[in-house]
């Protein structure tokens, strides 16, 4: 049997591709190597799935930090509302927390795979699982089929390369569809860590191991100047750093990683260095005769207080009368700019996105077709782009699955 379409990866962007091209009456075959489609899909947003952002497509231009003019029209195709109507239609309930990111009310991400398998079924799409990939047949400049891993082959007049970036390997994604790219033509950027934990050089952190900061800003600066600036939450691990706001400035380091890299922290974003001092004075002045160490957590976390006064060398058992303007001015300087030293980013395979990856030149942004190969399709994070936090990855994985569903449907 010869399909039309055959779709190399059961995460999201191929899942999406699939179920598009099924719906426009292609015969569709959904090929993945795993047992089970979407592996990694179910342990996003720590198994709640942040499906989308509820942000504009403003927002999300702005979110996007490789390439998001490559991915207008994919995101215009498809767009977060016609993402989160086709989900509700199919029973999805879903909900808008902070900073506009979309979760299924039921927070399981098992909801969003079963919603997507049912579409699947419904569009009369094959699927093949434990089924890996390993050779696009390619004559002429045009796809005719693919090799399976027991050397099978799968005949079809279209491919899409849905099968991710190479993080995370437990879950699939194993960088597989680069070196079919790169078989057919394609240039592969190297692929690189986006929105990763960075490790840190002071010893003191390991201490704060679990501590969370739920408003911090966090700023990347190197020779005097800032390279990056991001807000929102952090935490302390038993390496260094991670958290959404870690994550996030990480992605712009790891693309131009610069060294000596400081990170200063202002645990205070709220509060102007005067409103701080403000503060502190009447904490100090409400605690007189007591110890300088049994009163900061008034206004940091506890556990940060031993760490403020070793940093700022301001004696902890000083009585709080006694503390000096000048002390006073240190300690206020420090809680808003904590020092932290980049030792180097955590493994590739440890990031939430690989960066990097096939190559935008050579795709045709409102196809995703190759410009090298007829009827070869790119979907999803095996392309070269990555966002920030907050569901806009898969927002892309689903804008340019189904971009290149209906493209390869309209040319049939
Ligand atoms: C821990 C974690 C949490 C995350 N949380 C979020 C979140 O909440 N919100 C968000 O927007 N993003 C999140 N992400 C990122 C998001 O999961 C990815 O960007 C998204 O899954 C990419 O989709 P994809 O379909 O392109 O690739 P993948 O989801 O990686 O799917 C690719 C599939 O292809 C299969 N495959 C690979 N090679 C072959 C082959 N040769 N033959 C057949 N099949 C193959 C793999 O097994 C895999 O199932 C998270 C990532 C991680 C790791």
């Known amino acids: 049997m010869k399909y039309d379409l055959i779709v190399i990866g059961g995460g999201p962007a191929g899942m999406m591709s699939a179920i598009t091209a099924g719906a426009e009456g292609m015969r569709t075959i959904l090929t993945e190597k795993n047992n089970k489609l979407g592996k990694k899909l179910r342990i996003t947003g720590k198994g709640r799935c942040n499906v989308t952002n509820y942000g504009d497509l403003e927002d999300f231009q702005r979110s996007i930090i490789t390439n998001g003019k490559f991915l207008y029209s994919s995101l215009y195709a498809f767009d977060n509302l016609r993402l989160m109507e086709l989900l509700e239609s199919r029973g999805v309930k879903l909900k808008v927390e902070q900073g506009n990111r979309v979760f299924p009310v039921s927070d399981r991400a098992g909801d969003i795979i079963d919603a997507l398998f049912r579409l699947l079924r419904q569009n009369k799409v094959d699927i093949r ?3 890996a990939i390993q050779n696009i047949l390619i004559e002429d400049n045009h796809v005719h089929g693919v090799v399976t891993c027991d050397n099978n082959v799968i005949k079809g007049d279209k491919v899409v390369i849905a099968s991710g970036g190479m993080s995370w390997q437990q879950t699939g994604s194993t960088g597989d569809g680069y070196k079919l790219a790169k078989d057919a033509g394609h240039e592969i950027v190297k692929p690189r860590p986006a929105l990763i934990p960075l490790e840190i050089k002071e010893p003191w952190v390991k201490d704060l191991q679990g501590l969370s900061l739920n408003n911090v ?6 020779e ?6 991001q807000s929102g939450e952090m935490l302390f691990t038993h390496f260094g750093i991670s958290g959404p706001a870690v994550l996030s400035i990480s992605s712009y380091l790891s693309k131009t ?3 000596p890299l400081n990170l200063q922290v202002d645990i205070k974003p709220d509060l102007s260095a005067g409103e701080l001092d403000h503060s502190l004075q009447e904490t100090l002045n409400k605690n007189k005769g007591k110890s300088l160490k049994n009163v900061l957590h008034d206004l940091v976390p506890r556990r940060m207080v031993p760490v403020i006064l070793q940093i700022t060398k301001v004696d902890d058992n000083k009585k709080v009368d006694r503390v000096s303007r000048q002390e006073r001015e240190r300690l206020v300087h420090i809680i808003k700019n904590i020092p932290l030293t980049l030792k180097k980013m955590r493994p590739l395979n440890e990031a939430i996105v690989t960066g990097g990856g096939v190559g935008i030149k050579e795709i045709n942004p409102s196809t995703m077709e190759s410009k090298i190969v007829k009827g070869l399709y790119f979907a999803g994070e095996i392309i070269d782009v990555d966002a920030l936090t907050g569901g806009y990855n898969l927002q892309i994985a689903f ?4 971009l290149s569903g209906i493209s390869a449907a309209v040319s049939k």
Request: cysteine-free; aromatic content about 4%.
């Open 129 to 131: 699982l434990n089924t």
């Open 257 to 259: 990683l610069q060294h």
């Open 224 to 229: 005097k100047r800032v390279i990056a600036e």
């Open 217 to 222: 800003n966090i700023r990347a600066v190197v």
């Open 399 to 402: 804008s340019t699955g189904y």
